[in-house]
């Protein structure tokens, strides 16, 4: 069992001194990786739907903006030593896909192999439009695609390309990534698209739960992944091969604090039945957990990881990175 930390991606503690103190510290105590999010404009008025939210309503502090993802793992991958980085998820329509594999394999070279590609499709039209992106429509096949050519510009030399979006002569294609058969690929989402797309594309599935518009409980997730199996197996792949991870919130109670009981949120009380989730989602599958410390504040995230490394993770199976 692997966890990791996700990087706050808005808000008071997206700033340079705290994004640098948690990565560092998570790098400390072990944790095996360590994400960050993605959005490249913020159109100030939009009519889409925000699918993480009951309302459908953006959170107030939407327009506070996000740090550019591959740049900061190239900061993040200077500040640490030994946990993997990566994104979660990064909207791949939004980038030419030769260029992302081209900075993704120097960052994982230069990191000595640490990199993790975290992607999903996207949700914000007014976004595609504003960066020229292609249709917003199409999005879902963009990705294929530019997922797949992606691969080859990392496990062939030359490589050319002849498809639907993107079209290109052979070329030299290096420096290549560290990691055999090039970088792991996350697929996030919990749409059947996204689970297809996982069983036939990636080398994990990679679902955030605990909030709208799917909360993930053991019974759906179990359900999810089977379909994300399925998807392999009639792809001639492994489904053994695929690595199942989960993105959670996480609070930990204070230490004083009595069991809440059936009605709390999975991942958020005590020490214990955190623990006892972490060993429900395990039983299912999932080797890797990546946390969203919910403190609003440096102190209360450090502290979250401190008491997850002396109360939590020493009481469960640990893994190989």
Known sequence: MLFGLCLPGRGPLAKPDVLVKLAERADALRFASLFVTDHVVIPITHGSVYPYSPSGRTASDWTE??????ALMGVLAGVTRHVRLGTSVLVVPYRNPVLVAKMLATLDVMSGGRVILGVGVGWLREEFEALGSPPFEARGRVTDEYLSLMRATWTREPVDWAGEFYRMGSV?????????????IWVGGHTPAALRRAGELGDAWHPIGMRPPAHLHPEEYRDKAATVREHA?????DPASLTFTFRVPLELKPRTAKAAGGDRAPFRGTAAEVIGDIRAYHELGVTHFVFDPAPPDLRG???????????VRPK??????
């Open 301 to 311: 995230q450090l502290s979250t990881l401190e008491r997850f490394v002396d109360e």
């Open 172 to 184: 030299s294609a290096r420096p290549k990534p560290v990691q055999k058969d090039g970088i792991p």
């Open 233 to 237: 197996k009639k792809a001639g792949r």
């Open 316 to 321: 469960l199976p640990r893994g190989r990175r």
């Open 65 to 70: 903006g996000y740090f550019e993802p591959l």
